[in-house]
């Protein structure tokens, strides 16, 4: 060991102690004949004096220590006279004695502080630096943490951690899959799982009856700042058990997080929301209930008033902004051309303010009447300092996603999106379809093995849009941390399903068929779901991306600059593969 | 929930109480006008019991119940009057008052017995049935708790679990990648880790301190039986520790698994064993020391006595088997014919044996008097009863390895080599570098990052091939677990070793440039190891091969017989890759 203590732990209590310590300098100090050496490890910073009095040859060694030099000291513990409150260890300093330069450093190419001068590009090329700054170590402490706290959860109830294989069949269902080439089988491939999901029921089938993995999944899609082409699920399933069982097992689990990870005990249930009462009242299936701001439909109040744009929409829905009265027109032709962007494209915005006094001043003012403005007041449960905010448009679950885009801005205008206030809840009831524009057919809205409602299973003949499916998503300050679904476990239902889906009996027999056989073998009843545990890392640590949560994170191009992957193959490994490249012709 | 109880969990003390059970029908029995049930999940087997007399539409249906159909059924627990001490529900039955078929299944490829009839080849496709018998499940239970053991002992000593990504740069030193075809950068690929090794090192060089991982790692290697394209590693490092502190941390945890998973209590220290020792003694790196039979040289002894084998001979060894004196002449042939084997090479053996009155007789006698005969004895330290086997060979660390196979065959034969005896110990002070007859140059014994002994840096410019390095191996009865090495932290003392290994500073910054440059900014003195999870499990479970240990294994071919993969691919996925096959000609 180089080291008896860490930068840690020693306090007040030590004094006297000979200690020998190791890490890494961050910052030296000289005042006077005394140097001040900074020494940080993971544990902590202890500050090491180094005396000219004592050792002149020592304090001169101190002096030319350079940032980031790794170092050994050894030295007697002593109070300090200027105490600093900020460090743990601000009761003490070592008075050093010895020296050892463990290795020296280069002038590193950003700061190593909390707030560092480095930006995004060179902080992700020296990753191993960047990951020596608080915050971004204490968000990887953080994943261990809940990893550990969701393992341990897990265990007590019966979970058995299984491994599925990473080198697995491609399915061209669903997002792009990452191939493998099999030199031992050429011209053949392997798939990285998109999910475990088929290899976790076909665990069900076995017999394992709870199982969970937190591992890594693959998706080959055009990155967003939000997306990974690798991350981490924590999956889960389990065998004759109903929607409730999951919901209430795993709502324990996320109580036990909460209260173990971040201290807050929450004990009353979390609210369960159907899909329709979410995409009505919010506008996505995901809502922010951190604050209220729900949707009231107007359609009654304000259509047929002469105002063409709200006579000719499908759907008028307001959201009423508390106290948001004194938005002065340059903050409300803000928020109108935030709505008017392209990425949420609403048409234009109508705003109404109450005044003092309970009169109603809108921008639409000359198509109605105070009396009608009175309504809608009454309708928006508006009070005087009240903004009202309204948009319409002639596609209702469009229009609505652009008043879920409005509401949430507000919500942020107003500081109702505190970080460090949750509010959980339970997303249920989903369709079971939903309508692809692009492939002109009827898509499983969350998987093909989903399970519908028992009482909707007679509509899948007659009108499958209508049938609702038992989905379930964990939704937490308007992520979807988590989502799941009851399994078809019958394979007749299961073979209708595909043929709604648009498969040939043949097809899904290539693409599912070993699952469809296993299920012929008495397949318990079973569901579950998978957490994206990225995602839950950055909510816990307050992040907008999970970038900082992962240890080395991809660019948006999926390149890993540190390492510089990917990169070209020699062609001696192209040849072993029988592959050949193909450049697309420009 | 289908249950209020699992079939494992039902007592004596239960009788009277109303329960609900869900399984598998193991067993339907027949007697006279009562049917009997075994009713199997994950844990255990309830015996449920079908009157004619209560309710013969019942019995009439549970008659009709098939091998493998889940079912649901309701009772009241009663005592057994012929009880079943084989079972822990083996006091009690289920009377039956209702019984709902949950899943038919058709009659499964092989029964689901602990001896089952069927092959290797219909298991594998079928794993989802096989894995529902008892050893197999057995396994995968053992590895989850052995899991949950790792990841306790090394939170508790402050370790992180830290994901490294899969998705990485190809490195073609060592065995050959896996790679995976970038789409967002067509013509490039990013490779599966073989190790996380150098990221691991990159996390200390970021002031991790303690990381560890349980992962996935990828070898594209030809396939032996023990040997899986994708495999479990228990993957960690420390910062400024030395070899001992490595030691005995991870003795530590070896002790903890021993006693939580096998209630084994070890408490004297695991024995070190220089490498230079274990392979004199035992012709191996990791010797199997559950039982003695230590080689013996016997050189000064058998050599220039007229016999010219061992007259012409770099090596004579032998081995003393207690007691086997017995062993026919045929016996002997069997056991020369063994070390002639192809794969052990041995062109013959040498046997005498102790008989009760002290001479000795051996297959050699016209070539040595009876006093040389004893001197043999002497140096064998053989009794009356004792069998001495000798080898030798004009290479004298292939001798010692055809020694060794010879020396675990007769523990096998002796019963030496019982599965629940274990025998630790560490092999210390391995060689830095091996020369290769392919390559006509010295390799890296473990990596080229490991640290060579201090003592013996001088040795690195005047006799490379004598340096020992900071290097170790856990063994268990002839298996190694796991091993790992002290690395280098100097940027010097690693340009060094890439130029002994024959990289050229162009090739070594080309593949290892991300490493170098991290350590110009302050890496720590680090050092770790690497355990195989699925060679610990299969050695805790008591298995051959690693094969049962992992839910969905691979077979010889690299192939995943039960979800057909690998798998063409469609032209579209190739072409959006940029790649096309180029089958090699015959």
Known sequence: MFRTNTCGELRLADAGRRTTLAGWVQRVRKMGGMTFVDLRDRYGITQIVFDNEHDAALNDAAVRLGREFVVQIQGTVAERTAKNANLPTGDIEVLADSLTVLNPSEVPPFTIEDETDGGDDIRMRYRYLDLRRNPVRRNLELRHRMTMEVRRYLDSKGFLEIETPMLVGSTPEGARDFVVPSRMNPGQFYALPQSPQTLKQLLMVSGMDRYFQIVKCFRDEDLRADRQPEFTQIDCEMSFIDQNDVIELF????????????????????????????????????????????????????????????????????????????????????????????????????????????????????????????????????????????????????????????????????????????????????????????????????????????????????????????????????????????????????????????????????????????????????????????????????????????????????????????????????????????????
Chains 1, 2 share one sequence.
């Open 251 to 586: 709502e324990g689990m996320a109580k036990h997080l909460f209260k173990e990870i971040r201290g807050i005990e929450i004990n009353e249930p979390f609210l369960r929301m159907p899909w329709a009462d979410a995409m009505k009242y919010y506008g996505s299936d995901k809502p922010d209930i951190r604050f209220g701001m729900r949707f009231v439909e107007l359609m009654d109040t304000m259509k047929g008033h002469g105002f063409s744009v709200f006579d000719n929409a499908a759907y008028i829905g307001g959201i009423c902004a508390k106290g948001a009265a004194s938005y002065t027109r340059k903050q409300l032709d803000a928020l109108t051309d935030y709505v008017r962007r392209p990425q949420i494209g609403a048409k234009g915005m109508v705003y109404a303010r109450v005044e003092a006094d309970g009169t109603v001043k809108s921008s639409v003012d000359k198509f109605y009447t105070q009396e009608t403005l009175q309504e809608l007041r009454k309708a928006m449960d508006a009070e005087p300092g009240d903004l009202i905010l309204i948009l319409s448009g002639d596609d209702t679950m469009k229009t609505r996603k652009q008043l879920c885009e409005l509401r949430l801005e507000m919500g942020r205008q107003l500081g109702l999106r505190d970080r460090n206030k949750f509010a959980c809840l339970w997303v249920v009831d989903f369709p079971m379809f939903e309508w692809s524009d692009e492939e002109q057919r009827l898509m499983a809205m969350h998987h093909p093995f989903t399970h519908p409602k028992d009482e909707d299973i007679p509509m899948l003949d007659t009108d499958p849009a209508a049938v609702r499916a038992d989905a379930y998503d964990m939704v937490i300050n308007g992520v979807e941390v988590g989502g799941g679904s009851i399994r078809i476990h019958d394979s007749e239902l299961q073979a209708k399903m595909f043929e709604i889906l648009g498969f040939t009996p043949e097809k899904a027999a290539e693409q599912f068929g070993f699952l469809m056989n296993a299920f012929k073998f008495g397949a318990p009843p079973h569901g579950g779901l998978a957490y994206g545990l990225d995602r839950w890392v950055s909510l816990f640590a307050g992040l907008d991306s999970i970038r900082d949560c992962i240890a080395f994170p991809k660019n948006n191009s999926g390149r890993d600059v540190m390492l510089d992957a990917p990169s070209a193959l020699d062609q001696k490994q192209l040849d072993e593969l029988q592959l050949a490249l193909a450049p697309a012709e420009e």
